[in-house]
């Protein structure tokens, strides 16, 4: 999944705003809250469970290969998400382009929705892409150094004496890369969970 498919789930997520005119005030509730609420599990299930077990389990390079077939579509499916729950937070709210602005910048709830979408969008168009290329660009040259793959483990390139200073270079990019994904992921997770907590204090049972 790659920039091409993230244009074309955004765009339909973008289909959302024309159609809520014509749903029952209940059902876009239901697409506000589901849609937050998948991103928010989505995010636990990937960044916990599936990706510790996984890490756990499987050797480094195949880790890494499932993980660039499987962020493409958690970081567009996140972004997809995070934009139907803005979209029917604002059409809930009926507010006008000039109230949206002050809303979504003046309240825990509008900030948390913006901090999703900002957080989901920069690592599907740019930052899971690029730490996966700067990934395959190390098991390209741990494989011709010939060295052993191993489960739960950084790269060999770190220790090795044969790495390059150029190898070194692409260690430290995709480190940083990396880092600042998790940062974005950290980012929408804290803001679900913040526009989820504003959602509970307005429920009663």
């Known amino acids: 999944m790659d920039l091409g498919s993230t244009v074309v789930a955004c765009v339909g997520a973008g289909v959302v705003p024309t159609l809520l005119p014509y749903l029952p005030e209940d059902l876009t509730k239901f697409l506000n809250v589901g849609s ?63 109230d949206a602005m002050s809303v979504l910048g003046s309240t825990l709830e509008g900030g948390a929705l913006i901090a999703c979408l900002a957080s989901n969008l920069l690592n599907s168009i740019y930052f899971i892409p690029a730490t996966t290329n700067l990934m395959f660009l190390l098991h390209k040259r741990e494989r011709e150094l010939g060295l052993e793959d191993q489960v739960g483990s950084t790269s060999p390139l770190k220790s090795d004496p044969n790495a390059t200073e150029e190898d070194k270079k692409t260690l430290m990019k995709f480190g940083i890369h990396h880092g600042i994904s998790m940062m974005m992921s950290l980012v929408s997770v804290l803001g679900c969970g913040a526009y989820l907590y504003y959602i509970g204090k307005s429920v009663s049972f």
Do not use: D, E
Request: charged share 15%; glycine share 8%.
């Open 36 to 98: 937050i609420g998948i991103s928010f599990g989505t995010h636990i299930w990937v960044g916990s469970v599936a990706g510790l077990t996984m890490f756990r389990t499987l050797k480094r390079r195949t880790f890494g290969n499932v993980q660039s077939k499987l962020f493409p579509k958690y970081a567009t499916m996140n972004t997809a998400c995070s934009f139907v729950a803005l979209a029917t937070f604002l059409h809930l709210r009926k507010l006008s382009p000039t």
